[in-house]
């Protein structure tokens, strides 16, 4: 498979500012991600790892350091990076192949070569036969299938996965894992999966990056050298999970959640 | 001192934009009445519109006709609104009212309600009770349909909550049911006092008898006073909002738990 | 391309799967008892009514039996007296709506798609829409006088309020997840545009535009009454004049039917276009 797909964190440093305060988010992140590797980021929630994800794809940019994809810095979205999200944020309004088709947008392909790969990608997800249905007529698992078709769909050089199956029950879950381990053998491309789920981390991942909290950084990075296509029974697994299970000690939540801020058109009542 | 600090560099952090339509109207206005530019008895001067709102609050006409105008609006809301209250808790709450009554009332309330105006007023006449009964109606509809919808959205694992608990049917309403819906009662409510506010203007323009806002300005037209009907465009702009806002204060105040967006 | 996997069969939704002949037959019987159910009340009504009038317990002049009012709307139908005021009164509406839509949908496309438009707009256009159009006739008659353009203009304000919040609100409410998805794929503005903002906005827009109607509608009638010779809520304040109950009240069905063919037809339309939105958003 090609070459391209290595990206590089140097030096990454990621602050907000809330009210006059300064809160650091991530702090002195330095990752190097080989072509075709796939890579695990497991943490508390609060860890940043969400975060890290959303400035290697180019949503935000307000950063220090540098994200480097085969040595160019990153500047905005670009179609050499896919995403695939927690939800699966598929357009209610258009089919499941339209779905996809959302990705092809800006791409070069002549509207045959389109429909070619969409297909292609649709089956790839196992959704053969589904293309014509909505979002509505689908269960949490069809969705998020079709949501890493999208991502995949106009061949990107990585393929950033944001807890993909982290509102799935556990059997779809446990399902759409081996079709993962699958699909990125077939397409052999560099992914990155962010989990708060040890387990599909340690059995997805060639490595796994754990990190901490407050500020975020990289506490330890664990290799996971059994080869592909992994069991999920295999003992070696299981001890490397147990390896990252001890890193993990006993955070408590103490903030309460802060009221989610709203265009107050519930305000707006008239007559005529 | 400080304190008075503060507030002025919230007051520099306010949005003023919204300001410059409103102030650049009256000014055009203002411009307009002073040179002549338009047909004076068309158009007041905002100074003629001020004279005829100090006048009317001076000489206490104006201050008669708001204590009618708002108690009138009252007491048909607090019939209505009642009377929706509870029409809207029947059908919510029993399946048999809500097959028997429903249909009828969502016909009926299709009906426009300045509709009713011609038959009140056979039948009750043109004096308080008519104005008050027609009040009344503007009130009752989305309260009821507020009301029913609120009480039909009530989530069932909160009802299975309340089952596992053996609550008895009143526990049920009152401790489940009522406040699960009361977001949604809170904003009948509130249309209800909107309508009312225009209800009450179309009894005192459609049924002319006595003292109120709607009366003045009728006079005022046929009189050829536009001091005086603009005067009463902006009370009735001003009672609207003032209504509105009480309304989203007791809103919040009630319905603290409720993440707005949520 | 590796070979496509099955399916889990908790994977497929019910809804896919077709509907059963069985079901269709429960469906529709339950139907009909619904429909039975809610006869027995307005029936129970018009029977008391007509007994009512028939032994004269009411003065006619203050209740109508029904029966007169059924003749009295056959005769308005036959006469062609029903559908020249309801074809005036139609087109006051279609010319009031037509306007106040158009404007509205300008109105809140503007404001929702350009923050720095709305800061100027919006606070004005709250405050002025708080004022009910019934707070405006008397001086729309002073400005305009008592003709076609004052009752277009109180039927347009009426319908341009909902329509302006709704495409304020539908745009202003898109999820920013959408937005961002649109970013990963590098969209313009006009893909943005066609692909997110407008099918996002729709059911918003749509639900403005149901409002607007029915508040136009609404205006009509009320503006009609205050002021008219002619359409149907003239026809209405005629007989009210004339004492003439039982044309006041078939007036009152007519109003009340037109306000559901108009309800009803536009749920229609929305179920049947935007089937989509079952359980979106």
């Known amino acids: 498979m090609s070459a391209l797909g290595t990206l590089d964190f140097k030096n990454v440093k990621k602050q907000y500012h809330v009210k006059g305060e300064t809160l650091d988010v991530l702090d002195g992140i330095n990752l190097h991600i080989k072509p075709g590797e796939f890579v695990s980021i497991v943490g508390s929630s609060g860890c940043g790892k969400s975060t890290l994800l959303r400035l290697a794809i180019g949503l935000d940019d307000d950063y220090q350091g540098d994200i480097l994809l085969d040595g160019a810095r990153i500047k905005g979205t670009s179609l050499k990076r896919g995403i695939v999200f927690q939800e699966h944020r598929l357009f209610p309004w258009l089919t499941v192949e339209q779905n996809v088709g959302l990705a092809l947008e800006n791409s070069t392909l002549s509207s045959n070569e389109r429909a070619k790969t969409i297909a292609e990608h649709l089956e790839l997800v196992g959704l053969k036969g589904f293309e014509k249905a909505y979002p509505y007529q689908l269960s949490g698992g069809m969705s998020q299938r079709v949501a890493i078709a999208r991502g995949l769909v106009n061949r990107p050089e990585i393929l950033l996965l944001d807890e993909p199956f982290g509102a799935l029950d556990a059997l779809t879950r446990a399902n759409l894992q081996n079709e993962l381990q699958r699909i990125w053998q077939t397409e052999g491309i560099t992914m990155i999966l962010v989990t708060h789920d040890v387990e599909e981390a340690v059995l997805l991942g060639d490595r796994v990056v754990i990190m901490e909290p407050r500020p975020g950084r990289i506490k330890r990075t664990v290799e996971v050298d059994v080869p592909h296509p992994r069991q999920r029974a295999d003992l070696r697994l299981a001890a490397i999970k147990d390896d990252v299970l001890s890193e993990f000690g006993h955070e408590h939540d103490t903030a309460l959640q802060p009221a989610a801020e709203g265009f107050g058109f519930k305000d707006y009542l008239f007559a005529w | 001192m400080s304190a008075f600090k503060t507030r002025l560099q919230a007051l520099g952090q306010r949005d003023f934009r919204g300001l410059v339509l409103p102030l650049g109207l009256i000014l055009a206005w203002y411009l307009i009445s002073k040179f002549n530019l338009a047909n004076s008895a068309i158009l007041a001067s905002p100074y003629e519109v001020w004279k005829e709102g100090y006048g009317q609050i001076s000489s206490g006409a104006f201050a008669l006709d708001l204590v009618h105008s708002v108690s009138r609006n009252l007491g048909g809301f607090v019939v209505g609104g009642t009377a929706g209250l509870i029409l809207g808790s029947l059908l919510g709450v029993s399946r048999w009212a809500d097959r028997l009554i429903s249909p009828s009332f969502n016909t009926i309330k299709s009906i426009a309600i300045f509709a009713w105006i011609p038959l009140i007023s056979v039948w009750f006449g043109m004096g308080e009770p008519a104005k008050i009964i027609f009040i009344a109606i503007a009130a009752f509809y989305p309260t009821t349909i507020n009301t029913y919808e609120g009480i039909r959205s009530v989530h069932r694992d909160h009802v299975e909550v309340a089952r596992v608990f053996e609550f008895s049917r009143w526990q049920l309403f009152r401790k489940v049911i009522l406040p699960s819906a009361s977001p949604q009662i809170i904003t009948g409510i509130q249309l209800a006092l909107i309508y009312s506010w225009l209800a009450t203007i179309g009894a005192e323009y459609f049924l002319k008898s006595g003292h109120g806002i709607a009366n003045s300005m009728i006079d005022g037209r046929e009189h050829f006073n536009m001091g005086s009907v603009l005067f009463g465009v902006v009370v009735v702009g001003v009672v609207g909002a003032i209504v509105n806002q009480l309304a989203f204060k007791l809103e919040k105040h009630l319905l603290g738990w409720r993440n707005r967006t949520a | ?281």
Request: a positive charge; proline letters at 5%.
């Open chain 3, 1 to 281: 391309m590796s070979t496509a996997i099955t399916l889990n069969q908790s994977d497929i939704p019910a809804e896919v799967s077709a509907k059963r002949p069985s079901q269709w037959r429960q469906k529709t019987g339950q139907k009909l008892q619904q429909i039975l159910w809610a006869l027995v009340l307005p029936l129970l009504v018009l029977g008391l009514w007509q007994i009512t009038s028939a032994h004269e317990w009411v003065s006619p002049q203050i209740l109508p039996p029904p029966s007169l009012v059924w003749q009295t709307l056959t005769e308005l139908w036959q006469s062609g007296d029903l559908t020249s005021n309801l074809q005036i009164s139609v087109e006051r509406v279609a010319y009031g709506f037509g306007v106040g839509t158009v404007v509205g949908l300008l109105l809140g496309a503007l404001m929702g798609l350009s923050k720095t438009v709305e800061a100027y707009l919006f606070p004005t256009f709250k405050a002025l829409s708080q004022i009910p159009a019934l707070g405006w006739i008397p001086l729309l008659i002073m400005v305009v006088g008592i003709g076609e353009s004052m009752k277009i203009l109180v039927i347009a304000k009426a319908a341009l309020v909902p329509v302006t919040v709704n495409t304020l609100q539908g745009i202003r409410n898109i999820p920013p997840q959408f937005a961002e998805v649109a970013k990963v794929y590098r969209f313009n503005t006009r893909q943005l545009l066609a692909k997110v903002v407008i099918p996002a906005a729709l059911p918003s827009l749509f639900t403005g535009i149901r409002y607007g109607l029915t508040h136009a509608w609404l205006a009509l009638v009320t503006v009609e009454l205050l002021a008219s010779s002619e359409g149907i809520g003239f026809l209405m304040v005629w007989g009210r004049q004339l004492f003439q109950l039982d044309l006041v009240l078939a007036t009152v069905v007519i109003i009340g039917a037109v306000g559901l063919l108009i309800d009803q037809s536009l749920q229609w339309l929305e179920t049947h276009f935007l089937k989509w939105r079952r359980v979106a958003f």
